[in-house]
């Protein structure tokens, strides 16, 4: 402050201008210290009063609201949770999402794959030395894959798999491949079959050589927890039920193992996670504090710091280690350090570190909230919005505004809530 305006501010009000600042500052340094405790034992600390979150959390409640507006828009069911320096400034649901649900988060769990294979490369170096560089199409890693049905597929890397660059065709039935950021039309071919979930993905076949081009395919992941698999002896679930979960004090979670009268042996590397939607924020927690909880170094830091830059393994967009990444400011209201994974229905993890923010938003449809997908025990939902349907887009409005458009929209919503 300079004399001249100290000469005209009255003493008290110099004061109170500091202890807010003490108390901005003090709320940031306590941040980085803090970690929530499981929700059993009190759950996150809580900001609900307007003039509270802007004065300890420096965020705009209105325009936190204008987010969940366009959340409630896009999808059938769903929420919005926000944290900021530590504290939850924002939880609201709508249709048959609540805290306590365990959806099917889709291939938001393509995330929690590649956080696995980075404690992995970690805890396991010595079996697997050459870490993202290794060529996985091995006896040693993937014994099942023999013999190739491709001769290419020796060259896949595993860093590759998990940045969609190994070759292997996208998915659906119009697939879109990039090379060096120019996209084009693919061709459709059966993907994964969830009654033979290993074999499925491992045959899905190459539209191009490994490296040569992105194209988004889950079998690429679910090929990489093969690998995970056979290195650490532990089925996914359970590696991140041990390395995650546990030290972090999830509740009750799992995968969507049970498809009607059929249930998976094993985990989809793809997707289908099913977290409370506060241990959703604890995973992206971790990742905001460079992967640690608490006293404890949970996931490798130089390993997180991979995944919201450009890759070397995915020179042609970016998508990096599943997280896809805004180094290039393609979501033009977000800072260009912003990460997320997206996942089918409306579903998404943000993590934006320049902001220390952390945002999970819920979506899904119906189907999405069955609880015999999980077999866990479920709040009684909120069927009012079992027939809603989407506003159709048309060159006047943006329709309902889902899937992806719809998420990016939101990480700018609440970036703007951001008033330090």
């Given at each position: 402050m300079s004399s001249s305006i100290r000469h005209v501010v009255p003493p008290v009000f110099r004061l109170l201008v500091c202890l807010v600042f003490l108390c901005s500052a003090r709320a940031v340094?306590?941040?980085a210290d803090y970690f929530p405790p499981p929700d059993d034992a009190g759950g996150w600390r809580t900001l609900k009063d307007p003039a509270q979150i802007r004065a300890l959390a420096g965020m705009d409640a209105a325009w936190l609201e204008k987010a969940f507006e366009l959340t409630q828009r896009g999808t059938q069911n769903g929420g919005l949770l926000v944290v900021r320096h530590g504290y939850l400034v924002f939880e609201k649901y709508f249709g048959r999402a609540s805290r306590n649900a365990n959806p099917d988060m889709a291939s938001t769990g393509k995330a929690f794959t590649s956080i696995a294979c980075g404690i992995m490369l970690s805890e396991f170096k010595a079996k697997i030395p050459d870490g993202l560089d290794t060529k996985v199409f091995t006896e040693k890693y993937l014994p099942e894959a023999f013999p190739l049905d491709d001769p290419r597929k020796a060259d896949i890397t595993l860093g590759q798999l998990l940045c969609m660059t190994a070759g292997y065709n996208g998915e659906g039935g119009a697939p879109t491949n990039v090379v060096r950021g120019v996209a084009s039309p693919g061709k459709a071919v059966p993907g994964q079959n969830i009654k033979d979930l290993d074999m499925s993905s491992l045959r899905v076949p190459l539209w191009t050589e490994p490296g040569a081009g992105y194209s988004y395919s889950s079998p690429a992941p679910h090929i990489a927890s093969l690998v995970l698999r056979h290195v650490t002896g532990m089925e996914l679930q359970d590696y991140i039920g041990e390395r995650l979960a546990k030290p972090m004090g999830w509740g009750a979670w799992g995968y969507c193992l049970h498809r009607g009268d059929f249930t998976m042996p094993h985990a989809n590397g793809a997707g289908s996670t099913a977290l409370h939607a506060t241990d959703a924020l604890?995973?992206?927690y971790c990742l905001l504090h460079g992967g640690k909880w608490g006293g404890?170094?949970?996931?490798p830091a130089e390993y997180i710091a991979k995944c919201n830059q450009p890759s070397p393994y995915n020179p042609h967009?970016?998508?990096?280690?599943?997280?896809?990444?805004n180094a290039d400011g393609h979501v033009v209201g977000a800072p260009r350090d912003?990460?997320?994974k997206s996942g089918a229905g409306g579903f998404g993890i943000f993590i934006v570190p320049s902001l220390d923010v952390v945002i999970y938003k819920?979506?899904?449809s119906k189907g999405q909230?069955?609880?015999t997908l999980t077999g866990l025990p479920q709040p009684e939902p909120d069927t009012t919005r079992d027939d809603w349907k989407p506003i159709p887009r048309t060159p006047f409005n943006e329709g309902s505004l889902g899937g992806d458009d719809g998420l990016r929209r939101v990480l700018e919503l609440v970036a703007a809530a951001v008033r330090e």
């Open positions: 340094t306590y941040a604890r995973f992206g404890r170094q949970l996931v967009t970016p998508f990096s280690l599943q997280f896809e990444h912003a990460f997320y819920l979506g899904g909230y069955d609880v």
